[in-house]
């Protein structure tokens, strides 16, 4: 997850509270990333759990080298004249990379046939539409914001048939030991904030409420720390040895 | 917008977001934990069924044993010593007094292991439930009592009687029969009382006995309990409710409550 996509945003330091959640998601990214490395290796530990370690740094990495405000911070824009080009292109491949990702991971824990069909129908519906949204002259060339959007409808759908599936279960477990259940809780409530926080930002943006619409993806920043903070929770699982 | 109020307002959504995310997560794990209870109740439903069944089969089988025992000693063992009695009887020994004598004797002998065994059949059977129902079966365990050294035997009935399943008035039967065995095995008591009463849909078999009693205490922990250990296995395959009231030195009381 990166903390946000919009690319639009001029280089003037934006206000307080969004450096402040910024840098809440950063932290909360860089804690999360060493909880994975330490537990998701166990070998009582799902398989699709190792996934998350390299997620969790590439998702860093990208913040760290990239980020437009941390670099603006920090005085050192690592693509020098070429920082919002390369900052573009860096979220929207991790936009792809994330989508992925968490396709994979859900892929893995759901169990109904037609969903994973789907997911993949959908996965490569979305590959043709980020082929054809980065063509000259299309909207992808400037924004990374519907693709984030489409990105979250996608992944919520089969979250969404995890909790229906969840109970449909013949054999309850104790979700309290189940990571998948906190880390889909995570993504589903991190994705399901961006729909309409990306949908009113950009409105509010688009009107010149440009200190209100970049404020308002902080927001977006503290959901992401809470679901890295579930991260953690399903990471630290006591699995059973069975 | 006042950056003092944006802040306000940025607080005011994220509490309401957590608000919001804290709620759908308990509402989740109540769900859930309420499927497990129902998942366990479930669970525990099926297995307490798969035990009775379980436990049915057991008794039918022991059932099945006793009938074929009791047809095997009323049909071949019992023929056996007919015809030995018969044998003896139709011997030409009318000089012999001393060798008469002996065979009186046997003879004598062998009609009183044939009453023996037609006693052990009959109380395997569970034909004279079919025939004649669970108070014909015990006025016929009571007269095979009154054969053996116990002075004091005596049945009662109380209220109208009632009909009981046939497999319902044979596991009574056994229980009664396993009660008595207990009573002449171990109490010494010289005074059986079997009170079989009808009321309020139930059927309430009491065995009193003046014996000389056991702390029920052991009940739990001694091993070498097989035959309270079977008697409570049949009255909850009827679901019948079993007790046994002892005092050392004063007797025993066994209750059965069986509803019809």
Request: proline share 3%; charged share 20%.
């Amino acid at each position: 997850m990166i903390s946000n996509g919009v690319v639009s945003f001029g280089l003037e330091m934006p206000p307080t509270i969004f450096l402040i959640s910024n840098i809440s998601a950063f932290v909360t990214n860089l804690v999360t990333l060493t909880f994975a490395i330490l537990y998701c290796y166990r070998d009582v530990n799902p398989r699709y759990l190792r996934v998350f370690p390299l997620y969790l740094a590439i998702s860093f990495l990208v913040e760290l080298l990239v980020n437009q405000y941390f670099t603006l911070l920090l005085g050192f824009p690592l693509f020098g004249k070429h920082q919002a080009f390369a900052r573009h292109m860096t979220y929207k491949l991790f936009t792809l990379f994330e989508l992925f990702v968490f396709s994979w991971f859900l892929y893995q824990i759901l169990y109904s046939d037609r969903m994973k069909k789907g997911l993949i129908l959908l996965l490569v519906l979305f590959c043709l539409f980020f082929l054809w949204s980065s063509l000259p002259g299309q909207p992808g060339q400037s924004s990374n914001d519907l693709a984030v959007n489409l990105e979250s409808l996608i992944v919520i759908i089969p979250c969404l048939v995890y909790f229906k599936e969840l109970f449909a279960r013949p054999v309850p477990g104790d979700l309290l030991r189940e990571p998948s259940f906190w880390l889909v809780t995570g993504i589903f409530f991190y994705l399901a904030t961006i729909i309409p926080l990306f949908l009113s930002g950009s409105y509010l943006y688009d009107r010149g409420f440009r200190k209100i619409a970049i404020s308002l993806y902080s927001i977006n920043n503290f959901a992401l720390s809470i679901a890295y903070i579930l991260f953690i929770k399903g990471f630290t699982c006591r699995i059973r040895r069975s | 917008m006042q950056d003092k109020e944006i802040v306000i307002s940025i607080v005011i959504i994220c509490t309401l977001l957590i608000i919001i995310l804290i709620g759908f997560i308990a509402v989740i794990l109540l769900l859930y934990r309420k499927k497990q209870n129902l998942f366990n109740i479930r669970l525990e439903s099926i297995k307490a069924n798969y035990d009775k069944e379980l436990l049915k089969t057991q008794l039918e089988i022991q059932e099945n044993t006793f009938q074929y025992i009791s047809r095997e000693i009323h049909d071949n063992i019992g023929q056996f010593i007919s015809l030995a009695k018969l044998h003896l009887n139709t011997l030409e020994i009318r000089g012999n007094p001393h060798a008469t004598s002996r065979v009186y004797d046997a003879v004598e002998l062998l009609t009183r292991a044939l009453d023996e065994l037609r006693d052990l059949s009959r109380s395997l059977s569970s034909e004279i439930i079919r025939n004649g129902g669970l108070t014909k079966a015990i006025e016929q365990l009571v007269t095979q009592l009154q054969k053996l050294a116990i002075p004091e035997v005596l049945f009662e009935i109380c209220g109208d009687y009632q009909f009981l399943d046939e497999q319902k008035e044979i596991f009574i039967l056994r229980i009664l029969q396993e009660a008595i065995n207990n009573v002449i095995r171990h109490s010494g008591a010289d005074r059986i009382r079997i009170l079989l009463n009808y009321e309020n849909n139930n059927l309430v078999l009491s065995i009193y006995d003046n014996g000389k009693g056991f702390d029920t205490a052991i009940i739990h922990h001694q091993k070498n309990t097989a035959g309270l250990s079977n008697m409570m296995k049949r009255a909850k395959m009827i679901s019948a409710e079993f007790r046994i009231e002892s005092v050392p030195h004063s007797g025993t009381v066994i209750t059965l409550i069986a509803p019809y």
